[in-house]
């Protein structure tokens, strides 16, 4: 499955943004996705993830009530709405799947990634 992530940006701290996962190549049917950020020197973090077909989520560490993952199944695109962002909340948010309806919340557990998207927030 090849994936596109795009919508980050600069962001005042306490601003929203939400990012969108596209697929193309093949539809997201049966597939779980998940996002996940990475911050220069530091380690890929896990995000947040949806089941297939969407009645399952899971967040990472202190992100719920903040961060809002959802799919629209038609459109085969995966959302990430953020709010109250603050500055270290900046870094590369990268959108993957995993070929199984379950979610996950480690890196190793998916198989296909996107290219990533920049979300900056500015204090």
């Known amino acids: 499955v090849q994936l596109q992530a795009y919508g980050g940006g600069l962001v005042q701290a306490g601003g929203s943004l939400t990012l969108s996962c596209a697929a193309s190549t093949r539809t997201l049917s049966g597939y779980a996705v998940a996002w996940f950020r990475q911050s220069p020197g530091k380690e890929r973090k896990f995000v947040a993830a949806?089941?297939?077909?969407?009645?399952?989520?899971r967040y990472g560490d202190s992100l719920k009530g903040r961060f809002t993952i959802s799919r629209d199944n038609v459109e085969n695109t995966v959302y990430l709405q953020m709010n109250s962002l603050s500055p270290e909340d900046t870094a590369l948010y990268y959108c993957a799947t995993r070929p199984s309806p379950s979610v996950a919340t480690t890196a190793t557990a998916y198989t296909d990634w996107g290219q990533g998207t920049q979300v900056t927030v500015s204090s």
């Open positions: 949806i089941s297939w077909p969407g009645m399952r989520t």
